[in-house]
Structure formats: structure tokens, C-alpha cells
């Protein structure tokens, strides 16, 4: 598929999806929201994908929210259908069999934030500044951020972003836990691609069950969940990947993943 709005680019297990307008700071409008989605598809049902980077193109911006054209016609109805669009897009993307990295390279607010916040891992610039800031418009996180944002950060931060409707810093953004790190923009992309790089030579069936206890886990009862972990460990016992990573290792040789 041709695309207009992203671009999208897959080498050695690694695809990179580039938000493309940069513009408008990378604004989620309908059509890269729609592309992005497309995209999630091609993803999925790529088995040689081990890991996904999200990034904004140009320096300025990672997404810096709504287009706020479009968003000035959006009636009551149609607010809420378009919020559960990209509820259902964002959740389609933390919920891949791979994980999804985010790299913040200027602006997240808004959407773009939430979109960050969809993702498993979020590197940020030091450049990088994030935020909620829908009150301004007499609105309220629409993607998942006033529920996604808590459960990651605590409720008092979230609420404080949320309701102030201010930015805060890479700084600040990795004290309070919103991003797993804080690089050099020189080296923004750089260590991203080396965290995915890294994630992708694992075994992917392992990395699937990590991401699928975490997930799903997260907010069962402890003796349910720790249920849960032991029955995915027994799957992963039982494949392909498990047989081969014990034997490599007692080789001393690297694993041939097989997926399986």
C-alpha cells in the first residue's frame, strides 16, 4: 500500500512507522489515523516483524495531537464514534504480538501522547516535551490517556497533567515514569533501534507469553495472575524456541528462533 500520511520501513525484524506530516507537527488527522491503522494490519500479519518503532518525521514533533480543523466540526455523535476509533486503533497497538516502541523526538500532546502512551516502551529526547492538554479545548483525552496515563504514572501526576493541561519535560516525563528513558537527540533513534534490535534477537514465541502475562496479569488478583505466568511458562516449555535456546546455549552458540 501506498501510503500519504506515515511511512513505513521493515529491516532485519525491525519495521519503523514515521508519522509523516511534519508540517502540522505530525497532527492526527482521519487519514494518517486510517493509514496507521493499515499499517497495524501489515504488522500483524508480517511474522518477520520481532519489534515495532513509532516515530514522528522532522525534529520538531512525535505528534502533537488532533488536527484541531477537523476537530472544530466534530458534533457529540461523532466525538464519541471518533473516540472510540482511536481507542480501538491505540489498543490494537499495545495489545501486538510484538512490542511497539515509541520514540519521542519532540512533541507528544494529545493524541500523540496517548499514542505514546499505547506503546510498550517510550524513549524519549531530551528535546522531547509531553502532555494532555484537551482542557484547553474544553475537552477531555479522547485516546486513552486519562485512563492509560494513570495506571502508568499514578492518579495524582496524571490528574495533575490532565487537569492543568501543561506540558512537562523529558526530565520530568522519566522521574514520574511516562518514558523509560531519556537520550541525546542525536541518539534518539540510535538506542531505539538498539532496545528493538535487541528485543527482536530473542525468542519470539518467549517475547509473545512476556508481553501476554504482563498484559494480562496486570490486573488480576496476585495468586490469579502468578496462575497465569505458570501456565504460560508450561506453554513455553513445551515449543520449538525453548528447545533450541537451551541447546544454544549449552553450545555456546546463538539461537536459530524458529517462532514456534
Known sequence: MVYENILIESRDGVAVVTLNRPKVLNALNKALLAELDSAVDAIAADGSVRAVILTGAGEKAFAAGADIQELAQVSAVEGQQLALRGQRLFSRIENLRVPAIAAINGFALGGGCELALACTLRIASEAAKL???????????????????????????????ILTGEMVTATEALRIGLVEEVVAPDQLMPRTDQIARTIAAQGPVAIEKCLE?????YDLPLDEALKYEAALFGLCCGTADKAEGTKAFLEKRVPSWQGK
Open 131 to 161: 502532555g494532555q492538554p484537551e482542557v484547553k479545548l474544553g475537552l477531555i483525552p479522547g485516546y486513552g490517556g486519562s485512563q492509560r496515563l494513570s495506571r502508568l504514572v499514578g492518579k495524582g501526576a496524571a490528574l495533575k497533567m
Open 213 to 217: 502475562a504482563v498484559h494480562a496479569g
